[in-house]
């Protein structure tokens, strides 16, 4: 009886391994998928954002500083005031446009209406085009430091936006270093990089 019983028990656990072993492959698949969602959820949280990301997330218009300071030739300013206004109002196509034919006819001298342009450019995210006049408006000892400042930051916006981190990076830390109104943005910046 217990020969006859061990052989039915021998029988037996062959079909219960066959039968458990589709079973316990499921459960080690179901764990590595489990483990493999992990990992990419956490690699897609933790990812830092991109360069032309974070240009957009630090970017904000430059504040009118302009239209107090505007005395003159009525048809002159009115080109630099229309600039300004639409440049406030957001509609920045049309700023550039002004902005342009204030510089270029008119007053082909001024720097500081540059940096407004220059912003326009980079608020419609045409961050080659707003470059030279960045730069132009950063390099100018005419102007007060404030402008100059502003210009670098917003260099350094174009350059993220273009995904040109190693130009971005020396002006960020030039500004990060300086007491300046971009000092702080600048080492946020520089630390979401």
């Given amino acids: 009886i217990l020969n006859e019983l061990d052989q039915r028990i021998d029988r037996a656990r062959p079909s219960q391994k066959v039968r458990r072993g589709p079973v ?18 956490g690699i897609f949280l933790f990812q830092s954002p991109d360069s032309q990301q974070l240009a957009e997330q630090y970017f904000e218009p430059f504040p009118d500083a ?3 300071q505007t005395r003159g030739d009525e048809v002159v300013e009115y080109n630099l005031n229309s600039a300004l206004r639409h440049y406030q ?38 961050y080659a085009e707003a470059l030279p006049l960045l730069e132009k408006v950063r390099s100018s000892t005419a102007l007060r430091k404030e402008y100059r400042n502003a210009a670098q930051w917003y260099l350094a916006i174009a350059y993220l936006g273009l995904e ?4 971005a990076r020396p002006l960020l830390i030039d500004l990060a270093r300086r007491e300046n109104f971009f000092q702080e943005k600048a080492g946020a910046l520089m630390a979401s990089m």
């Fill in 24 to 41: 316990v492959m499921r459960r080690w698949i179901a764990i590595a998928a489990g483990i493999l969602l992990l990992l990419l959820a």
């Fill in 66 to 68: 302009l239209s107090a």
């Fill in 89 to 126: 109002d957001g509609a920045y196509d049309v700023a550039i446009s002004y902005f342009e034919t204030y510089v270029s006819i008119q007053n082909p001298d001024a720097v500081a209406p540059l940096l407004y342009q220059g912003v326009s450019h980079l608020a419609l995210k045409q």
């Fill in 164 to 167: 040109q981190e190693e130009q």
